[in-house]
């Protein structure tokens, strides 16, 4: 596979692809029906440009994952001309609406005979190549598409880095409140300051639970002495950009079971491999988490990471267009205040005082 396919190596389904396409004359057409993975995942990259530059893509229809009876599973059928003819408008229809398997094929049709059903699409091969990665995306707008043509990447607009690895989390992590408060620093704002506290327990940005604007702050590290017990665990634990750690940011989970949900932190935060963390200055921070937020974003990033695995690659290729610097950042500290008052009614928050009821008494 890895000698003769190396472009669509990944699986089986897409050698089957690559190989019928060699076997076809040009102006041939043929027809698949297989796992729609390969119109979104990076590791079907190369396939997908192959597909998009040197053939046609004619038609498809992506179906409902309960689209087969018994069985759950991601599939698409669809067909290919062989040879790039870029300006052609292949006909797509959409099932991702319609559940189970008695609906598919009676909604594909009525799509196919009446082309003005909301679930049928009408997209160019050049639409998806202006996309990082080349996704079959043929359901964006005209707006959407033009924003990905004429917006910088968000990693080109702030400083977007992975955090630390520690590669034994029960040696050298904590919940706060298992540690003596006397030895943990809450807001040192640098390494330098960490250092002269004395301190043995910071607070770690370790990602967490699907929540925005703030929160999660349930984690201590041992970085005492500048993490030296950490930096002497090399080769095991992995300190990627230490001089980002204990700066303000903006911070979102690796993994969700939906959507992204971004955080701002203040200083005085030393961030995971998981924790994934943009900095910058503070106005800029306060735009980008609005921007992050919001229900644009929501549908970039089925685009561009459609199996909810938010990789700080994914997030930083968000297309932040010329006006970010516009967006008020008046609205952001109130829903950042807001979101601190409501973690710190918990009691697992550091900064808990009592219980809400019990003012009521």
């Not at 400083?159 to 409140?177: C, P, V, Y």
């Not at 925005?212 to 990627?240: C, M, Q, T």
Request: with cysteine.
């Amino acid at each position: 596979m890895k000698d003769e396919y190396p472009d669509s190596k990944s699986d089986l389904f897409a050698a089957f692809i690559a190989r019928c396409i060699t076997l076809t004359i040009f102006g041939g057409q043929l027809g698949f029906m297989t796992p729609y993975v390969w119109m979104f995942i990076k590791s079907y990259e190369l396939l997908r440009k192959q597909m998009l530059t040197e053939e046609t893509i004619t038609s498809l229809i992506q179906l409902e994952y309960s689209g087969f009876g018994g069985a759950t599973v991601p599939i698409c059928t669809f067909t290919i001309q062989r040879g790039a003819n870029p300006g052609y408008p292949g006909g797509y229809v959409r099932l991702a609406d319609f559940v189970g398997p008695r609906v598919q094929a009676p909604k594909a049709l009525e799509a196919i005979q009446d082309q003005t059903k909301s679930w049928f699409y009408r997209a160019k091969t050049t639409d998806f190549t202006a996309i990082p990665g080349s996704p079959i995306v043929y359901w964006l707008s005209e707006k959407m598409l033009g924003s990905f043509a004429t917006g910088r990447p968000l990693s080109d607009v702030a400083d977007l880095r992975q955090g630390l690895a520690t590669a034994d989390n029960n040696r050298f992590l904590r919940r706060w409140w298992e540690v003596s408060g006397s030895r943990t620093a809450f807001s040192c704002a640098s390494r330098e300051a960490a250092a002269e506290s004395g301190a043995r327990w910071f607070p770690y940005n370790k990602g967490g639970e699907f929540r925005k604007w703030y929160g999660n702050h349930e984690y201590v590290l041992n970085w005492e002495h500048d993490g030296a017990e950490i930096v002497a665990f090399k080769p095991r634990s992995v300190i990627r950009n230490p001089r980002t750690y204990f700066s303000p940011s903006v911070s979102w989970s690796d993994i969700s079971s939906g959507e992204a949900a971004f955080r701002r932190y203040p200083a005085g935060f030393v961030h995971d491999s998981t924790g994934h963390s943009g900095f910058g200055a503070t106005v800029l921070l306060h735009q980008i988490a609005s921007l992050l937020n919001s229900k644009y974003v929501l549908e970039v990033m089925k685009v561009l990471a459609p199996t909810m695995h938010f990789h700080i690659g994914y997030v930083g290729l968000v297309p932040v267009s010329p006006g970010v610097e516009k967006l008020p950042t008046a609205p952001v500290e109130d829903l950042v205040d807001t979101a601190r008052a409501d973690w710190d009614l918990s009691e697992t928050s550091w900064n808990f005082e009592r219980n809400p009821l019990v003012a009521l008494i």
